[in-house]
Structures are given as C-alpha cells and as structure tokens.
C-alpha cells in the first residue's frame, strides 16, 4: 500500500468519527431542547393557585344588586362558603387566585341598604352564624386584622379619586332599646368608618354632642355627631397594608401596618359601651357617580373576642 493510499485511509476514518461525533452532539442537543421545553411546560401547568386566608363561617355579605323582592342581595352562612360558584356574586364578591385574595366589587346600583344612598360589597360579621343578634360590647372587648390593596378605583369630575370605606365598627340596638325610643330597625350609630381617602387611610368615629345625655337619649343617632377624622401619615396608595382594630371598655385603637396608631379614649368611648357592635369590612362605595366603581382585595382577615 503506497503512502498516498495509506493517508486516504486515515483520513476517511478521522471523517468518520468527526461526522459521528457532530451527530451525537446534534443528538445531545435536541434531547436538551426537548427536555427544556418539557420543564417550561410542566413549570406552566404547575402554576400555583393562592387562596385567600379567611374564614367566612362567621360573615354575611351584602352585595350591589337586588333580589327577588327588591331588597339588597345577601348572602349568609353556611351558603357564603360557596361564594365562588353563585352566580349573582361572581361579578361582585369573586377569588383571586393569582394573588390569594377576596376581591369585593361595588358600584352605584339600586341595591341600598336603610339610611344610606350608596351601595356595598361589604361582609358583616356573625357571631352566630345566620343571627343578627347576637353582638359583643365594648367591655367584652373584640379585634379584627386585616390585610388588603385597592385594586382600581375611579376618580370624579375634579380628577380626584372616589372614597371607599374599608372597615367599620357598626352600633346596634338590642330589640329592647329598639322599642324603648320607638326606632323603626335596630341600627344604630357606626362608631368606627375607616376610609381609604385618596390613596391614604382616614379614620372616622362618633362624638357626643351633649356628655351629659341621659341613657335613653344617648341611643338616638341624633345624640351623636362626626369628629373631624383623622388621616394617617403615610400613604398607601395600591399597595398592600395591614389594619388591625382593637377595642376594650373606653379605649379604642386603629393600627395602620403594624406601626401607627390612632388611639381613641375618653367620655365618648366610655359611654359607647350602651351600644351592642359588630364588625364590618370590604367595599362600601361612596359615589354615585355614572360608570363610578371600585374593588379592593382582601388577603387576610380574622376576628377575635
């Protein structure tokens, strides 16, 4: 065999073995493709669905829309624990999964409740699941903790966005009071409406008009007058926040994030204690303005006594 024989040999076996290594690496590198774009599949499917952490065994919820005899669309327990697949709820009162939050959604509707022009999607709460009542007093003492954002919320013809009012403290006559001044339902004053106000969080609570009122009188709403509010200092905005509300005989206080406070003492909270109470919270709407509405997003809520 002649050396120009020899060299054609050796280099067809050195082609060979190059081709056969391109493939294997071309090989290599589609089995890598592919199993990248399995991992990113199934990274698709396992998307993580949230849910919000709530307990609704012990709330109701109005909603903005009528039912079936024109009054406003109410939800109890136990049936509020399947608020996901009713229907009349789904545009109002609906789960975000992606972010683990109860949305509430409210807008200008004929759905009013007594002594009110706005409209609500707003849970109340139930110490005995379905009763109204049974309330708590101040002296028994109660705390409620949320966490929650304003998700989107229009603005009115000055530029300036709606309010909505968050939580509240709701005053209640008990049926025997109801009868002693002749009142028409059992409501009474709030002692407690927390505003988110233009991006910042606004604190209202009631004042006597005359400290001296006997305890009869003091159970009319027009014993009772508005203090001037109080706007924490820092903003939130849309971002997410924490309130916390604690209440005990002639003391009560409002928490924004864990760090600031409003605290609330003296005649007035002394005498409160007349009244029974219940907890409030959600989207209670103050507009009624055209194509005005709003939702805000509750992550976490919980109640103790």
Known sequence: MNNTRKEFIVFLTILLISVNATSQVMKSSVTDSVILVEKKKKKKKSKKVRLPKIDLSHWKVTLPVLNDFGKPYEISPPEIKDFASN?????????????????????????KTNNTKYSRSELREQMVPGDNNTNWTFEQGARMKGKLAMEEVTKDADGKYHRVIIMQI??????????????????APPILKIYWDKGKIRVKTKVLKNKFV?????????AWDDD??????????????TLEIKVEKGKMVVILNNSEYAVYEGVDINRWNVFENYFKAGNYFQSRDKDSHAKVKFYELEVSH
């Open 170 to 187: 709701h005053g209640r006559l008990t049926n025997e009071q109801k009868e002693l001044i002749g009142a028409k339902d059992n409501n």
């Open 87 to 111: 229907a009349i709820a789904k545009p109002y009162m609906y789960i975000d999964s992606t972010k683990g939050a109860i949305v509430f959604h409210a807008l200008p509707t004929d759905s």
């Open 228 to 241: 001037e509010g109080y706007n924490f200092p820092t903003e939130v905005g849309f971002r997410k926040f």
């Open 214 to 222: 006997n305890n009869t009188a003091i159970l009319l709403d027009e």
